[in-house]
């Protein structure tokens, strides 16, 4: 199994940044594709950001140009920056390796808000 432990939420205003971080126990982190998901309060948990074992990325609507996914396999880490930073956008952010059944971090908390 692989652990992932999500880092960098926190309170920012309406048009603030942040910048989440992952990191993989794992020294096959390099050979996966990575994902961060999100979930709002009483809505479902939704993808906003993939990044394949190759580095192309994928985005929805909702976040493309605003966010950016990238990896650093050397570090077995994958982050996700967050610019433009909306009221909407706030949410419990999750880490997760699609290729790997049950692969996901504990969440860290995003709130933007003023």
């Known amino acids: 199994q692989v652990q992932l432990v999500e880092s960098g939420g926190g309170l920012v205003q309406p048009g603030g940044s942040l910048r989440l971080s992952c990191a993989a126990s794992r020294s096959i982190f390099s050979a996966y594709a990575m994902a961060w998901y999100r979930q709002a309060p009483g809505k479902q948990r939704e993808l906003v950001a993939a990044?394949?074992?190759?580095?192309?990325?994928n985005y929805p609507d909702s976040v493309k140009g605003r966010f950016t996914i990238s990896r650093d396999n050397a570090k077995n880490t994958v982050y996700l920056q967050m610019t433009s930073l909306r009221p909407e956008d706030t949410a419990v952010y999750y880490c997760?390796?699609?290729?790997?059944?049950?692969?996901w971090g504990q969440g860290t908390q995003v709130t933007v808000s003023s």
């Open positions: 990044i394949t074992s190759g580095g192309m990325t």
């Open positions: 997760n390796v699609p290729g790997i059944k049950g692969a």
